[in-house]
Nanobody, 115 residues
Framework: QVQVVESGGGLVQAGGSLRLSCAAS????????AGWYRQAPGKQREVVAV???????HYADSVKGRFTISRDSALNTVYLQMDSLKPEDAAVYYC?????????WGQGTQVTVSS
């Protein structure tokens, strides 16, 4: 069993930065991939960034050049550095860790961006 906990959300002004963290505990060997998703009120959950075990990274077009996903394997932690935040980035951000072919989700962390 794997537990996933996000942290680092909060309120930030437009143009500001936040760094989200996603800590995984439990049986996290054979890491396959990690991803950040977000869901704004009234909208569907959407992918923000994905990182695979071979280093492949994918970003949503809306965040390219502003967000950076990274992983510290020693700490079993995945990060999402978010710069130049826009009001439209406001959402609940969820982390998912895929290990042994199964995806585990966290409870989410709220990001609010004031204009």
């Amino acid at each position: 069993q794997v537990q996933v906990v996000e942290s680092g959300g909060g309120l930030v002004q437009a143009g500001g930065s936040l760094r989200l963290s996603c800590a995984a505990s439990g049986s996290t060997f054979r890491f396959n991939a990690a991803g950040w998703y977000r869901q704004a009120p009234g909208k569907q959950r959407e992918v923000v960034a994905v990182l695979t075990s071979v280093g492949t990274i994918h970003y949503a077009d809306s965040v390219k050049g502003r967000f950076t996903i990274s992983r510290d394997s020693a700490l079993n932690t995945v990060y999402l550095q978010m710069d130049s935040l826009k009001p439209e980035d406001a959402a609940v951000y969820y982390c998912t860790i895929t290990t042994m072919g199964r995806a585990y989700w966290g409870q989410g962390t709220q990001v609010t961006v004031s204009s």
